[in-house]
């Protein structure tokens, strides 16, 4: 299947080593390298960089 190829299930890991991951997909031709978003950690209460994992 082509569309799993394009689009694959990354999981992004909390930077601040709370262990806690958000799980998305991302476009592989628009975004080749390793993927980084800050969103919210529960564990720590505060935003923070989520980097992607494989």
């Known amino acids: 299947m082509a569309g799993n190829e394009i ?6 890991r909390s930077t ?3 262990g806690y991951t958000y799980v998305t997909r991302k476009n592989r031709r ?3 390298d390793r993927l980084v978003l800050r ?3 529960p ?12």
């Open 7 to 12: 689009r694959p299930i990354v999981k992004l």
């Open 16 to 18: 601040a080593g709370t």
């Open 30 to 32: 628009t975004t080749p």
């Open 39 to 41: 969103k919210f950690d």
């Open 43 to 54: 564990v720590v209460r505060r935003h923070v960089d989520f980097r992607e994992d494989r």
